[in-house]
T-cell receptor
Framework: GEQVEQRPPHLSVREGDSAVITCTYTDPNSYYFFWYKQEPGASLQLLMKVFSSTEINEGQGFTVLLNKKDKRLSLNLTAAHPGDSAAYFCAVSAGNYKYVFGAGTRLKVIA | EAAVTQSPRSKVAVTGGKVTLSCHQTNNHDYMYWYRQDTGHGLRLIHYSYVADSTEKGDIPDGYKASRPSQENFSLILELASLSQTAVYFC?????????????FGSGTRLLVI
C-alpha cells in the first residue's frame, strides 16, 4: 500500500526565513494531495488540497509544489512568522476514502 | 456552523477497562472516521463508516470496535484498554468517500491508559 515519508520531523527557522517540508510517496496512482496544519492541542486544519494536474499551488504565505516524476510533495512557507509555529502533515489519496498521512513536521519559528 | 464534536476531550483509563469515545457531526456527511495519532507519527485509520448501522475496518482495527447508530454519531470502543492504546484519537467526517471530499476533523481526545 501507499507509504508516505515526511521530512524533516523537526524544523526551527528564524522569523522571515523560509521553511520547506517535503513528503515522498510510493503509489504512482496517487492524485490528491493535502497539507494540514495542527496547532498545539488543536485539530487539523486543511491548508491546501492539490490535484495531480497542478504542479505549483500558491496559498497565503506558502507554496505547494508537486513533482509527480519524483513522487514528491513540498510545502514552502515563505517569510515564516511565529504564527506559523505548528505541526504540519501531508496526506495522500490514491482514489478512495483513505488518506495516508506523513508522520508530521514540528515547525518552530523564532522571533 | 457545521462541526465535528468529540467527547471527552481527555480521559484516563485503567488497563483492562472499557473506554468509549464519542463523535457527533452536524455536517450531514455520510462518511465518518476514527484515527489515532501517536507522537512522531501521522494519523492512522482505525475504523470508518459510510452509512448508519455499518462500520468497516481501517488499517489498525485490532483492539477497537466501532458503532454508527445514526448518521450523526460514531463511537470508538476499547473493550479492554491496554497501555499501547494511549494516544490522541481524532474523529472526522466527509461528504463522500472519494479523494475529492474534504475531511472535517474533531478536536481530538487524549487517552491515557494506566
Amino acid at each position: 500500500g501507499e507509504q508516505v515519508e515526511q521530512r524533516p520531523p523537526h524544523l526551527s527557522v528564524r522569523e522571515g526565513d523560509s521553511a520547506v517540508i517535503t513528503c515522498t510517496y510510493t503509489d504512482p496512482n496517487s492524485y490528491y494531495f493535502f497539507w494540514y496544519k495542527q496547532e498545539p492541542g488543536a485539530s487539523l486544519q486543511l491548508l491546501m488540497k492539490v490535484f495531480s494536474s497542478t504542479e505549483i499551488n500558491e496559498g497565503q504565505g506558502f507554496t505547494v509544489l508537486l513533482n509527480k516524476k519524483d513522487k514528491r510533495l513540498s510545502l514552502n512557507l515563505t517569510a515564516a512568522h511565529p504564527g506559523d509555529s505548528a505541526a504540519y502533515f501531508c496526506a495522500v489519496s490514491a482514489g478512495n476514502y483513505k488518506y495516508v498521512f506523513g508522520a508530521g513536521t514540528r515547525l518552530k519559528v523564532i522571533a | 456552523e457545521a462541526a465535528v464534536t468529540q467527547s471527552p476531550r481527555s480521559k484516563v483509563a485503567v488497563t483492562g477497562g472499557k473506554v468509549t469515545l464519542s463523535c457527533h457531526q452536524t455536517n450531514n456527511h455520510d462518511y465518518m472516521y476514527w484515527y489515532r495519532q501517536d507522537t512522531g507519527h501521522g494519523l492512522r485509520l482505525i475504523h470508518y463508516s459510510y452509512v448508519a448501522d455499518s462500520t468497516e475496518k481501517g488499517d489498525i482495527p485490532d483492539g477497537y470496535k466501532a458503532s454508527r447508530p445514526s448518521q450523526e454519531n460514531f463511537s470508538l470502543i476499547l473493550e479492554l484498554a491496554s497501555l499501547s492504546q494511549t494516544a490522541v484519537y481524532f474523529c472526522a467526517s466527509s461528504d463522500a468517500g472519494g479523494p475529492n471530499s474534504d475531511y472535517t476533523f474533531g478536536s481530538g481526545t487524549r487517552l491515557l491508559v494506566i
